[in-house]
Protein backbone atom coordinates (compact mmCIF):
# COMPACT_ATOMS: atom_id res chain seq x y z
CA UNK A 1 0.00 0.00 0.00
CA UNK A 2 1.75 3.23 -0.91
CA UNK A 3 0.59 6.98 -1.20
CA UNK A 4 2.95 9.25 -2.81
CA UNK A 5 2.93 12.69 -3.13
CA UNK A 6 4.94 14.43 -5.76
CA UNK A 7 5.08 17.83 -8.20
CA UNK A 8 6.31 20.54 -5.63
CA UNK A 9 9.04 22.66 -6.81
CA UNK A 10 10.11 25.88 -7.10
CA UNK A 11 8.02 28.81 -8.25
CA UNK A 12 7.73 32.26 -8.71
CA UNK A 13 5.00 34.10 -6.98
CA UNK A 14 2.13 34.62 -9.21
CA UNK A 15 2.74 31.12 -10.52
CA UNK A 16 0.97 27.71 -10.87
CA UNK A 17 1.97 24.27 -9.80
CA UNK A 18 -0.01 20.92 -10.04
CA UNK A 19 0.69 18.29 -7.25
CA UNK A 20 -0.32 14.86 -7.73
CA UNK A 21 -0.89 12.47 -5.16
CA UNK A 22 -1.06 8.95 -6.59
CA UNK A 23 -1.99 5.61 -5.08
CA UNK A 24 -1.47 2.06 -5.12
CA UNK A 25 -2.59 -1.00 -3.66
CA UNK A 26 -5.96 -0.11 -2.41
CA UNK A 27 -9.64 0.53 -3.70
CA UNK A 28 -8.99 4.40 -4.66
CA UNK A 29 -12.64 4.82 -5.05
CA UNK A 30 -13.35 4.02 -1.68
CA UNK A 31 -11.50 6.55 -0.52
CA UNK A 32 -11.74 10.53 0.60
CA UNK A 33 -8.19 11.85 -0.35
CA UNK A 34 -7.28 15.30 1.82
CA UNK A 35 -4.15 17.75 0.82
CA UNK A 36 -2.51 19.17 3.75
CA UNK A 37 0.41 21.43 3.87
CA UNK A 38 3.01 22.31 6.63
CA UNK A 39 5.78 25.18 7.36
CA UNK A 40 8.45 23.79 9.76
CA UNK A 41 7.78 24.61 13.54
CA UNK A 42 3.59 25.23 12.58
CA UNK A 43 0.54 22.61 12.81
CA UNK A 44 0.05 20.83 9.54
CA UNK A 45 -3.13 22.35 8.24
CA UNK A 46 -5.42 20.77 5.75
CA UNK A 47 -6.51 22.54 1.96
CA UNK A 48 -8.70 20.30 0.49
CA UNK A 49 -10.61 17.44 -0.05
CA UNK A 50 -12.28 15.19 -2.32
CA UNK A 51 -14.75 12.28 -2.65
CA UNK A 52 -16.00 9.99 -4.98
CA UNK A 53 -18.76 12.06 -6.34
CA UNK A 54 -19.39 14.60 -8.67
CA UNK A 55 -18.92 17.70 -6.97
CA UNK A 56 -17.83 16.49 -3.49
CA UNK A 57 -14.68 18.89 -3.11
CA UNK A 58 -13.62 21.22 -0.44
CA UNK A 59 -11.38 24.08 -0.11
CA UNK A 60 -10.18 25.55 3.33
CA UNK A 61 -10.57 29.18 3.53
CA UNK A 62 -7.16 29.88 3.54
CA UNK A 63 -6.54 28.59 -0.19
CA UNK A 64 -9.97 28.92 -1.33
CA UNK A 65 -10.19 30.39 -4.61
CA UNK A 66 -6.99 29.46 -5.63
CA UNK A 67 -7.02 26.19 -5.67
CA UNK A 68 -8.60 23.49 -8.19
CA UNK A 69 -9.00 19.60 -6.83
CA UNK A 70 -9.40 16.46 -9.14
CA UNK A 71 -8.76 12.95 -9.31
CA UNK A 72 -8.39 10.42 -12.20
CA UNK A 73 -10.01 7.28 -10.92
CA UNK A 74 -8.48 5.56 -13.87
CA UNK A 75 -5.15 6.61 -12.72
CA UNK A 76 -5.76 6.08 -9.22
CA UNK A 77 -4.74 9.83 -8.72
CA UNK A 78 -5.94 12.79 -7.50
CA UNK A 79 -4.13 16.47 -8.34
CA UNK A 80 -4.11 19.92 -6.47
CA UNK A 81 -3.84 22.60 -9.07
CA UNK A 82 -2.43 25.53 -7.27
CA UNK A 83 -2.53 29.66 -8.66
CA UNK A 84 -1.63 32.75 -7.76
CA UNK A 85 1.24 30.93 -5.45
CA UNK A 86 2.15 33.40 -3.09
CA UNK A 87 5.48 33.13 -0.81
CA UNK A 88 3.53 32.09 2.68
CA UNK A 89 1.95 29.00 0.99
CA UNK A 90 5.75 27.61 1.00
CA UNK A 91 5.55 24.70 2.96
CA UNK A 92 5.50 20.56 2.52
CA UNK A 93 2.28 19.33 1.06
CA UNK A 94 0.82 16.07 1.99
CA UNK A 95 -1.93 14.15 0.57
CA UNK A 96 -4.03 11.57 2.93
CA UNK A 97 -6.40 8.81 2.12
CA UNK A 98 -9.58 7.70 4.32
CA UNK A 99 -12.47 5.54 4.09
CA UNK A 100 -14.66 8.65 5.94
CA UNK A 101 -16.07 11.66 4.07
CA UNK A 102 -13.96 14.84 4.03
CA UNK A 103 -16.61 16.47 5.98
CA UNK A 104 -16.11 12.95 8.82
CA UNK A 105 -11.90 13.93 9.05
CA UNK A 106 -12.86 17.36 8.24
CA UNK A 107 -9.12 18.24 7.77
CA UNK A 108 -7.97 17.27 11.30
CA UNK A 109 -4.26 16.76 11.27
CA UNK A 110 -4.18 14.81 14.39
CA UNK A 111 -7.56 12.33 12.88
CA UNK A 112 -6.47 9.13 11.81
CA UNK A 113 -6.33 9.05 8.37
CA UNK A 114 -5.99 5.32 7.09
CA UNK A 115 -2.88 6.22 4.65
CA UNK A 116 -0.28 9.06 4.28
CA UNK A 117 2.28 10.73 1.71
CA UNK A 118 5.61 11.22 1.88
CA UNK A 119 5.23 15.17 0.97
CA UNK A 120 6.44 17.29 -1.66
CA UNK A 121 7.99 20.55 -1.10
CA UNK A 122 6.42 23.96 -2.63
CA UNK A 123 8.52 27.06 -2.52
CA UNK A 124 7.06 30.09 -3.61
CA UNK A 125 9.80 33.11 -4.21
CA UNK A 126 8.99 36.55 -4.08
Known amino acids: VQLQAFGGGLVQAGGSLRLSCAAS????????ITWFRQVPGKAREGVSC????????YYSNSMKGRLTISSDNAKNTVYLLMNRLKPEDTAVYYC????????????????????WGQGTQVTVSS
Open 25 to 32: GFTFDDYF
Open 50 to 57: IGSGEGDT
Open 96 to 115: AADREPCTYSDYDPEYEYDY
